[in-house]
Structure formats: C-alpha cells, structure tokens
C-alpha cells in the first residue's frame, strides 16, 4: 500500500513538473495550480485518500499540495490503507475547510521538504516541521500551531545515560535535516558526541539503537513518545526535553496570499473548539 501511495506521489510530481514544464513564462505558483487542477476531486479522494474537504464543484477552489514525511506520528503516518493521517493532516484539513481551499498530500523524506517548496512541487508543508531562524530564511511559516522539544532516548536496559551530561564520546542516530540532526552536530561541535548517524526515518534512527550501532537517538519527545507507545519495553526517554521548538506550517517566502489563509484558518479552528478537539485525540494516531 505505501509503494501505492509512492507510486500515485511520483506520478503526481511528473504531471507537476511536465506541466510546469509547459507552462514557462507562467509563475511557478499558477503552474502548480494548474497541475493538481488536472486530477479530478474523484480521484484526489480516492487515490490520495485525504480528508479534504471539497465544498464546491464549480472548480473555483485552489488545490494545493501539502509535502510532509509521513512517518512521523503522531502529527503523520500512513495508515494501513495507504493514507495519510495524523494530528498535521486532520489541522490542515481543517484549516483548507474554513479557508475554501483543497489539499493533497505529497509523503517524501523531510530533508527534501524546503527543496520541493521552492521548486513549486509542494505549496505548503505540514510535516512537524519547527520554526527556526536559519529555516525562516528559506521559506516562511505560520504562526506556531504546536510546542514540542527534543529528548533523548536509549534502550531500556541502558542505565549509562541519564542526560546530555552522559554523551561524552557517544555515538548518536538522528532524522536527516531535522532540529534532532542540528542539536546533535552541536554537541559534536562542542567535542561532546563523538559520531552522528542520521537516517532518512526516524524509525530507522530507532533500529540503529536497537542492533547497537548508536547509543542514544536524539528526536522530538512525542513522536519518541508513539514510538514507544506503538512498541513498549524496547527504548525509553531519559533526562529532561533539551529544549522547547514549535512547529509551523511552511509557504514559499513571499507566499503572503497561502499564508495569510493558512493563519486566519488556524485562528477559526482554534476559536471554533476544533483544535482543542484534534489536540485530545492526538494520542490515538498510533495506526501504524
Ligand atoms: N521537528 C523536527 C524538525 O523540524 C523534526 C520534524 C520531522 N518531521 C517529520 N515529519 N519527519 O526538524
């Protein structure tokens, strides 16, 4: 199911790029409209399987393309159907509800995210992705819509490390390109970890612990959390959150238009109750 979904996702990266293709002259934003224009709401529901909402049938609403690395829950997973679910999708969907808007999601690996918004192969990410300053200037994000942080987890047996004091000389698996990634190339920098290991997936990150090839994995508290949640008795988090991030949906820099809508949406969702609602059931995207 998930080579499906990868399957219907490159597809829809061709028809972007041939169709952006024929558009030269055009800004990249129209082209990328026009692109996902071509699939039908039919088959964006069925294949796509997201949850958006399609209110009108006069083909007035905007569709854009949401990029996310689906294997990151409780804010995203695929589900055993192929579809993408979780905390991000089921906010987004509600913010394209309250905006008039269509979204489809696009599951790639996260490091590729900021390349595929700039290019114009995805309009927005909702990937769990936090607000930094180096990343501020290369896309621009909404106001935050979640706080979460990085911990440490070991294997459950480990009782050597206890906190960042213990990483002296260790070795660390990570996410590529994720916040877990830059805080442990600074505790390298500081001549504290001796070696980083960074994988595509964090449950990748996880089975380097699991066969020893890393000591501790450095990753964002909740999805460790469902991790653990998905699989007990395996890892565990120790020592405090190293720190606090929060996360924000991403536009294209100078996307004023997306962005002015993904913001006003979340302020309806959050007034409505909507948000609260989706906030409670976040322990319960653990479907793997
Ligand atoms: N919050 C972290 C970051 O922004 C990790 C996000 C990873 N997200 C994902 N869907 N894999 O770098």
């Known amino acids: 199911m998930q080579k499906l979904l990868k399957t219907i996702a490159l597809l829809l ?10 558009c030269a002259g055009q800004s990249k934003e129209n082209a990328t409209e026009g692109a996902v224009e071509e699939v039908t709401e039919e088959s964006v529901s069925a294949e796509n399987g997201s949850d958006a909402v399609f209110r009108s049938s006069d083909g007035e609403m905007p569709t854009y393309v ?10 995203e997973i695929v589900d055993s159907k192929g579809k993408v679910i979780g905390f991000d999708v089921d ?6 509800e309250d905006q008039g808007f269509k979204v489809e999601y696009l599951d790639q690996d996260f490091a590729g995210l900021i390349p595929a918004l700039q290019t114009g192969n995805v309009d927005i990410i909702a990937s769990g992705m936090t607000i930094t300053e180096e990343r501020e200037e290369e896309v621009d994000f909404s106001e935050p819509y979640i706080n979460a942080g990085l911990a440490l987890a ?17 070795t660390v698996s990570v996410q590529t390109g994720s916040t877990g990634f830059l805080k442990a190339e600074e505790l390298q920098k500081a ?7 960074d994988f595509p997936h964090v449950n990748e990150a996880i089975e380097e612990l699991k066969i020893g090839g890393a000591d501790v994995m450095i990753n964002d508290l909740p999805v460790t959390d469902a991790f653990i949640a998905a699989q007990p008795g395996v890892i565990k988090i ?11 949906f991403a536009v294209r820099t100078g996307n004023t238009e997306l962005l002015t809508k993904i913001n006003a949406g979340l302020e309806n969702v959050k007034a409505s109750g909507k948000y609260d609602e989706l906030l409670a059931d976040l322990p319960n995207y653990m479907e793997e």
């Open 154 to 170: 070991v294997l459950t047996g480990n009782e050597d490390i206890q906190s960042v004091d213990d990483l002296k000389g260790k």
């Open 13 to 22: 990266v061709i028809t972007t790029v041939v169709f952006a293709a024929g």
């Open 66 to 75: 949401v990029g996310t690395e689906a294997q990151f829950p409780p804010f």
């Open 238 to 248: 120790v020592g405090e959150p190293l720190n606090s991030e929060d996360y924000g």
């Open 191 to 197: 001549g504290i970890i001796a070696e980083i290991k």
């Open 91 to 96: 906010l987004m969907n509600a913010i394209a």
